[in-house]
């Protein structure tokens, strides 16, 4: 039911309360003397003073949504180190693993403490519609050591907080993911050094603000009168103000990610020997087992979006749940169909297609959308890693784009569709100072479908453009690929001094 996911500056709009009237004093004798007098005077007085002291009581988190939200943030953890870094390494050549599992490993470990110096006060404070401000530089402000109070963080419901430490431990695990996904598009040829560059320029010009356009909002505690809501949205990121839905990361994430995935891929150029040598999957059973430790975590990515224990997490936990089972099956038939045998990698793909499809989506449609979308990314994501990809001409090693871009782009696309209430899906708050949502009468399909359309043209053209030009700038300065010897022998070897495997 919630058209979106964020903080406003990470601290909630709590609402302190008014000061009641002044109490209003009765004469009790038509002419008191002159003691009695001041004595009855002073009786009002004091209770407007005991009055004014009272105020409403500032929410407290629930430790319910308080434990939801760790282990949340524990599971998305668990799908980049090790579940990512399992699917991808597997993947790769055995003179390329443990290269691989380095560079996942590393950017992870890279993107948290950026997110934790800067990153979080650029998407989740107030700033402009871009970008946010500097207010929790270092994570200024989020704890208070001297009175031991936890700066709190707004949810969707009014009155209800989080400590916002916990969302900014959430959040990071979003980034870091992230940009961990676009290491797939040129696996086995790029340089660890130019990799973790390239990681920095793009975290901060191209996630950081995206994040801001597409979640950050002035929270539910803040639309208190329909007076304030203009100056409020305008507050808030640019996709917000549209009207954009992104449940859990179908802009933010996948498609920030994957179209930066295809722009590495074509500067960067393909491997030795693609399209000529043969470069399968080196070992199928860690990919398999990546690809179900992913499932598994996807349970914190989508549901966790929800930020408290309630209903809208139940239908994100289960529609996630569906969706993926509907995209092996569909993935699964479509090889069988058109390649003549279903295949275990075509099997863990489809799981990582119907997650992908269903993340912008997850609290936003209803079982129905669950179905359709899941059925339909196996399909769409097949065709994307075959023929999109020859289409494209681009070795896209992992295929992050046919898999992350086009499943997000699919994803984003339905969700507009699937949220009609008119098709089970809960529709959005159209008014945060009542909290009404939308019925089937009033939401447009056609309208939401473009405004869906227009976040993913935004999303494609930031995050292309400075893709590119972050390439080419780690490019001229420490050049971007390895020697064409460093990388017949193996980035393994060339670049860490270690094997994955001893013979």
């Not at 676009?182 to 994040?211: D, M, N, Q």
Request: contains cysteine; proline residues 4%; hydrophobic residues 50%.
């Amino acid at each position: 039911m919630f058209a979106l996911f964020t903080v406003a500056g990470g601290v909630s709009a709590q609402d302190k309360g008014k000061a009641p009237e002044k109490a209003v004093a009765e004469a009790k004798a038509a002419e008191p003397a002159k003691a009695d007098a001041k004595k009855e005077e002073a009786k009002p007085a004091a209770k407007v003073e005991e009055k004014k002291e009272e105020a409403k009581p500032a929410p407290t988190p629930n430790k319910g949504d308080v434990a939801w939200m760790l282990t949340s943030t524990a599971l998305v953890l668990m799908m980049s180190v090790p579940a990512l870094a399992l699917f991808y390494g597997g993947m790769v050549r055995s003179k390329n693993m443990l290269s691989m599992l380095m560079q996942v490993f590393v950017v992870f470990s890279l993107v948290t403490v950026l997110w934790c110096i800067y990153g979080y006060s650029l998407a989740f404070t107030e700033g402009n519609a871009y970008f946010g401000g500097l207010d929790r530089l270092f994570l200024n402000g989020t704890f208070d050591p001297a009175k031991g109070e936890f700066a709190m963080a707004a949810t969707f419901s009014k009155g209800v907080v989080i400590q916002e430490l916990v969302f900014v431990a959430f959040q990071a695990t979003f980034a870091a993911i992230t940009c961990c996904l676009i290491l797939g598009a040129f696996a086995e040829r790029a340089k660890f050094s130019a990799v973790l560059a390239f990681i920095v320029l793009w975290f901060t010009f191209s996630y950081t603000p995206i994040a801001h356009m597409v979640w950050f909002w002035m929270g539910p505690d803040a639309y208190t009168d329909p007076k304030l809501v203009d100056a409020l949205n305008a507050k808030a990121g640019l996709l917000w103000q549209w009207g954009a839905l992104d449940f859990a990361g179908g802009t933010v994430v996948h498609i920030n990610a994957g179209i930066t995935g295809l722009v590495g891929a074509y500067l960067i150029g393909k491997r030795i020997g693609y399209g000529k040598e043969a470069m399968p999957a080196h070992n199928l059973p860690l990919t398999m087992i990546g690809a179900a430790l992913l499932w598994v975590g996807w349970f914190g990515f989508n549901a966790g979006s929800a930020l408290e224990a309630n209903g809208t997490a139940a239908l994100a936990f289960i529609n996630t749940f569906l969706a993926t089972a509907c995209a092996v099956l569909s993935w699964t038939l479509g090889e069988a169909l058109f390649k003549g045998k279903p295949t275990m990698l075509g099997a863990a793909s489809g799981a990582v297609a119907g997650l992908v499809a269903i993340t912008p989506a997850a609290g936003n449609v209803g079982i129905p959308g669950a179905f359709v979308i899941g059925l339909a990314a196996g399909l769409v994501c097949l065709w994307g890693v075959s023929g999109l990809k020859k289409l494209l001409g681009a070795d896209d090693s992992l295929d992050v784009f046919g898999v992350h871009a086009v499943g997000g782009i699919l994803g984003a696309l339905l969700t507009g569709v699937f949220n009609s209430p008119a098709l089970g899906g809960p529709g959005y708050v159209s008014d945060w100072v009542t909290g009404k949502v939308t019925t089937a009468a009033e939401y447009s399909i056609s309208s939401q479908l473009m405004t869906q359309a227009q976040a993913v043209g935004v999303t494609l053209l930031w995050s292309g453009v400075v893709a590119y030009l972050a390439y080419k700038l780690v490019d001229l300065t420490i050049g971007l690929r390895v020697s064409e010897e460093e990388e017949r022998e193996g980035l393994d070897v060339t670049s860490h001094g270690e094997t994955a495997y001893r013979m």
